[in-house]
């Protein structure tokens, strides 16, 4: 069924609201983490993490579509050209609060981060997107259309995140890397770009859990160009009797939350014990995760592969000696 043009100005105000909302949680719970005096590096990588991959990326596609679009109206020119400014000014503070050392600059950047965008979103409800609608020579359909597709082109550049938050030499290299990452996937060796990008999380999991998040980030994103491919392989799932083994559904927790909660869980495993993994995707950035860090001490089962539901059975191999007693599954 064709798109009204009614229906795409709903599905644009449907999405600024879910990008407040998504800048307000995550610069709250950087808030809350500078607060209580905890570490605030995760809650600041998270947030900028988002701000680059989607609220740049965002306003990266208004500028080429409903911007312009706008502009042939002699009285809306001076209004798009104020709300590019504000675009330069977001991109502005999220570079200095990617570049802040404390955890009360981090806070204050946030803070005026979430201010300008919640009314800079204000104004292109009110303003910007009445005075198309009323141009009965524009259609919201077509423009909604092509700014899915310059999102899409734009947030497919892995280490702009990176590049944007790149503060020292160990995250210089990271970006470096992703490029690099990038490259290979468009070469069509995900599997390997996956498996490096997956190793240098693992090696900066610990001392820099800031860039390894911004690491695991682009895994997914890895990933997710990996399954746009031509063909792709669904995997198979196995029989697995999974009575006696426990349950860890992850499908409510936030996806910040899951990796490290799932992996907790292996660690905490007896030798040949397993736990039957829940999630709602297709878990294969965490398998590549488990290969950078437990290459062939684990196991990995599909047992139900989507298209809403998946699960895993997720074992350590009992080992004798420093010999690995069953070789770890393929999937």
């Known amino acids: 069924m064709t798109m009204t043009n009614e229906e795409a100005v709903e599905a644009i105000l449907a999405h600024h609201r879910q990008l407040v909302e998504d800048v307000t949680r995550r610069t709250s719970e950087l808030h809350d983490a500078v607060t209580d005096r905890h570490s605030f590096e995760i809650e600041r990588a998270r947030l900028v993490s988002y701000l680059v991959d989607e609220v740049l990326s965002h306003a990266g596609a208004e500028e080429h579509s409903i911007y312009p679009a706008a502009a042939d109206r002699l009285e809306m020119s001076s209004v798009v050209d104020a709300m590019v400014d ?8 999220i570079e200095q609060l990617a570049r802040s050392t404390t955890g009360a600059e981090a806070d204050r950047y946030a803070r005026s981060v979430v201010q300008l965008f919640t009314s800079h ?5 009110e303003v910007l997107l009445p005075a198309l609608v009323a141009d009965e020579e524009v259609s919201i359909v077509q423009l909604l259309d092509q700014m899915h597709r310059l999102t899409e082109k734009t947030s497919d550049d ?14 210089a290299v990271l970006s470096q890397l992703l490029h690099a990452a990038t490259a290979l996937a468009q070469l069509r060796e995900s599997d390997q770009a996956c498996a490096l990008v997956a190793t240098t999380w693992a090696a900066l999991r610990v001392p820099r859990p800031d860039l390894a998040e911004l690491a695991n980030r682009s895994l997914h994103r890895l990933v997710r160009m990996a399954s746009q491919e031509a063909v792709v392989l669904r995997p198979r799932d196995t029989v697995v009797d999974t009575s006696t083994t426990p349950l860890l559904d992850v499908r409510t927790l936030a996806p910040a939350q899951r990796h490290e909660i799932i992996f907790s869980s292996y660690e905490a495993l007896d030798q040949g014990a397993a736990f039957l993994l829940v999630n709602d995707h297709d878990p294969k950035p965490l398998r590549y995760q488990f290969e950078a860090e437990h290459a062939g001490a684990f196991t990995w089962d599909y047992v139900e592969s989507g298209p809403k539901v998946w699960r895993v059975r997720i074992g350590r191999i009992a080992t004798i000696g420093k010999e690995v007693s069953v070789p770890a599954h393929r999937a």
Do not use: K
Request: no cysteine.
């Open 158 to 171: 892995l280490s702009l995140a990176v590049d944007v938050a790149g503060l020292d030499h160990e995250a």
């Open 86 to 93: 504000e675009h330069r000014q977001l991109a502005s503070d």
């Open 121 to 125: 979103v204000v104004t292109e409800n």
